[in-house]
């Protein structure tokens, strides 16, 4: 399975929105509600933000929202804060295997 | 409070074998999907391998550039996973992670800190 395709690099203001994509295919994105995306602070360990392509995990920030359309999912974050500041990385479920986009770096101007 | 605790990495010769373990505690481990996850230096995120739950009879599923080296396995009385390496490679060279899956096995819910596994001679 081919890793799902990320833009390298976002920014954005704070208090601004930035969209993050993230493209498949019809075996993973588009043919699975099995969406997530994950942030990644330097050093830590990912946290999942997303579920399900839309659905926000408990304590996750409401600032934090999914959506897919066709063979693309998105990641948007609302009101941009500096602790927004991380990698991004989407997954989807591509039959009995995970695939990983090659995640985005989110720089809060 | 979910915990999970990855130990046995270290630094391996090519061709050599490494048992990675994890610990998990606050939560009810037979009945979760578990996975392992590995990040290369400076790179991204690949999934490498799922063990079912007990309700699913510990099915087993391997990404294609780990399978035939690598095989894992569970204790759901030890709440102990564990990842048998062998026939190691300069490329498998990465932090591991041992990670639940969520509603799906396929939904990252909570990770370890991961263990690092170094392959070099």
């Known amino acids: 399975q081919s890793a799902l395709t990320q833009p390298p690099s976002a920014s954005g203001s704070p208090g601004q929105s930035v969209t993050i994509s993230c493209t498949g295919t019809?075996?993973?994105?588009?043919?699975?509600?099995?969406v997530s995306w994950y942030q990644q602070h330097p050093g830590k360990a990912p946290k999942l933000m997303i579920s399900e392509v839309t659905k926000r995990p408990s304590g996750v920030p409401d600032r934090f929202s999914g959506s897919r359309s066709g063979n693309t999912a998105s990641l948007t974050v609302s009101g941009l804060q500096a602790e927004d500041e991380a990698d991004y990385y989407c997954s989807s479920a591509a039959g009995n295997s995970v695939v990983f986009g090659g995640g985005t770096k989110l720089t809060v101007l | 409070e979910v915990q999970l605790l990855e130990s046995g990495g270290g630094l391996v010769q090519p061709g050599g074998s490494l048992r990675l373990s994890c610990a998990a505690s606050?939560?009810?481990?037979?009945?979760?999907?578990m996975n392992w996850v590995r990040q290369a230096p400076g790179k991204g995120l690949e999934w490498l391998s799922v063990?079912?739950?007990?309700?699913?009879?510990?099915?087993?599923y391997y990404a294609a550039s780990v399978k035939g080296r690598f095989t894992i396995s569970r204790d759901d009385s030890r709440n102990t996973l564990s990842l048998q390496m062998s026939s190691l490679r300069a490329d498998d060279t990465a932090l591991y992670y041992c990670v639940r899956g969520g509603n799906s096995w396929r939904t990252f819910d909570y990770w370890g800190q991961g263990i690092l596994v170094t392959v070099s001679s």
């Open positions: 063990i079912g739950n007990a309700y699913n009879t510990h099915t087993t």
């Open positions: 606050g939560f009810t481990f037979s009945t979760y999907g």
């Open positions: 019809s075996s993973d994105i588009g043919g699975y509600n099995l």
